[in-house]
């Protein structure tokens, strides 16, 4: 698909990662260089814990958070690119202490260089990311993290920390 005014051309793509077998989003330039894109989403820590019996009412309360930012260099083809890698934290905690599901990973963000840079420097100074960018980075990571958050709830039989859609019957 082709989205484009003037020269200004953007190619948008899905590509398949053979081996973890995720989808990512990339958005290419025609010159071939690659902005503002997320390239990968990965958890590096999985922690589930049922501390006891679901009984009664149980309240589900989900948190994400930006733990880190930090630049770091890709190779891309023979060349190298800037981005940012966001460590992150996703935590379902049900409550009263029935069991808690902690998902740590880090989202992997190209950029032009001089937005690494003022992003980087904007979190070593207030750690803070700038709003146009933590829309969409906290969108996957909530996406990527309730869907496997739903997954090991049903693993070791805690309710869904998501709301799921119920059908009725009207009468």
């Known amino acids: 698909m082709m989205i484009g005014t003037g020269r200004a051309y ?22 071939g260089v690659i902005y503002m894109t997320i390239i990968a989403n990965n958890f590096t820590k999985i922690t589930v ?16 958070s930006i733990d880190n930012v930090e630049k770091t260099e890709l190779a891309v083809g023979a060349s190298k690119q800037s981005a940012l890698k966001f460590d992150f934290e996703f935590v379902s905690k049900y409550e009263p202490k ?55 709830s049903r693993e070791i039989n805690l309710p869904p920390p998501v709301q799921l859609p119920r059908v009725t019957v009207k009468k």
């Open 49 to 64: 814990e049922k501390k006891g019996s679901a009984k009664g009412k149980i309240s589900i309360s989900n948190n994400v």
């Open 98 to 152: 029935v069991g808690e599901i902690i998902l740590n990973g880090e989202l992997l963000f190209l950029e032009k260089p001089e937005k690494v840079a003022e992003i980087a420097n904007e979190w070593k100074k207030s750690k803070k990311v700038p709003k146009e960018v933590m829309a969409p980075l906290l969108n996957s990571i909530l996406t990527k993290c309730n869907i496997e958050a739903l997954l090991l």
């Open 10 to 31: 953007l190619k948008l793509s899905l590509i398949q990662y053979n081996k973890q077998k995720l989808l990512y989003r990339t958005a290419e330039f025609l010159d």
